[in-house]
């Protein structure tokens, strides 16, 4: 599976868009970028995924480059709850997909 | 909805003694991952059961053993604990069909080795 490459940390004020970036110089073709976050010590969160086209849903947006070889998450309007650690992970989407490797994240702060 | 369900919440065990996490699924899915994250550090996966069938594993000690039972509920037994196998140890649950889409976890079981 593609290894990723993300900033350790990032500030954000509450209210604006959040964008987090991700490389990914060694995705497949047929693997998929997802993007989890986790809050405090609870269990990580699923947010988002695509495989070539940008993606929307109600709780962020995902920018894929033509290439696919980087990413953006974008949370359109960051409340101090998106305070996390965000995790961008390459992997096939296929039903036999199996593990999520996690790799260093990045850890939002939102700021009042 | 129903979450992916994991007990004890938390567990506090001595050196050398074995310690049971359990991890009940989301009702229909069939996979299920686990997960250790050491203080500071970020979840590395263990192991994973397919149809009560182990499919696939990743770093997971000697010590350390689980299994999925009939109903999907899954078990990990952790013998001759060592105070670094103090950790959040989390549990999620997928259905076959559908990938990493499809990943919950659970809330974790915060274990402390003293």
């Known amino acids: 599976d593609a290894k990723t490459t993300q900033p350790p940390s990032m500030d954000c004020a509450e209210g604006r868009a959040a964008n987090l970036p991700c490389n990914h110089s060694?995705?497949?073709?047929?693997?998929?970028v997802y993007w989890y976050r986790q809050i405090h010590s609870q269990g990580p969160q699923y947010i988002i995924h695509g495989l070539k086209n940008n993606e929307t849903n109600e709780m962020a947006s995902l920018i894929i480059t033509e290439d696919r070889k980087s990413s953006t998450l974008i949370l359109p309007h960051a409340t101090l709850r998106d305070t996390a650690v965000y995790y961008c992970i390459v992997n096939r989407g296929s039903s036999n997909t199996g593990k999520l490797i996690f790799g260093q994240g990045t850890t939002l702060q939102v700021k009042p | 909805a129903a979450g992916v369900i994991q007990s004890p919440r938390h567990l506090i065990k001595e050196k050398r003694e074995t310690a049971t996490l359990k991890c009940y699924p989301i009702?229909?899915?069939?996979?299920v991952y686990w997960y250790q994250q050491g203080p500071g550090q970020d979840p590395q996966f263990l192991i994973s059961f397919y149809e009560k069938m182990q499919s696939d594993k990743g770093s997971i000690p000697d010590r350390f053993s689980a299994q999925q039972f009939s109903d999907y509920h899954s078990e990990l037994n952790m013998s001759s604990l060592e105070l670094g196998d103090s950790a959040l140890y989390f549990c999620a649950s997928s259905p076959r069909e559908g990938g990493i889409r499809g990943y919950t976890f659970g809330s974790g079981t915060r274990l402390t080795v003293v």
């Open positions: 060694t995705i497949s073709g047929n693997e998929y």
């Open positions: 009702p229909r899915h069939d996979t």
